[in-house]
């Protein structure tokens, strides 16, 4: 079982091409996590210049239908 939380590894905002349903600049994480494993997933709220590589972060979902929920991430 994963503890939900990480620190962010590596990321991007993204600009261009517009995403469906996102407004952009999109800010995405690779965020490691302490039992070894990186997953990716949207930062949300968060404004895009205070994302630093070693932020901690915890997880959350987003539920995009009554079939699909992600994983995203939110600053801890």
Same mark, same amino acid.
């Given at each position: 079982?994963?503890?939900?939380?990480?620190?962010?590894?590596?990321?991007?905002?993204?600009?261009?091409?517009?995403?469906?349903? /996102?407004?952009?600049?999109?800010?995405?994480?690779?965020?490691?996590?302490?039992?070894?494993?990186?997953?990716?997933?949207?930062?949300?709220?968060?404004?895009?210049?205070?994302? /630093?590589?070693?932020?901690?972060?915890?997880?959350?979902?987003? /539920?995009?239908?009554?079939?699909?929920?992600?994983?995203?991430?939110?600053?801890?």
């Amino acid at each position: 079982m994963a503890s939900g939380r990480g620190e962010i590894y590596s990321y991007v905002v993204h600009h261009h091409p517009p995403l469906p349903g /996102r407004e952009p600049p999109v800010v995405v994480v690779l965020v490691e996590l302490p039992e070894g494993v990186r997953m990716t997933g949207e930062l949300l709220g968060c404004d895009p210049a205070l994302v /630093r590589i070693g932020d901690p972060v915890r997880v959350d979902f987003v /539920r995009v239908d009554d079939e699909l929920t992600l994983p995203a991430w939110r600053l801890s």
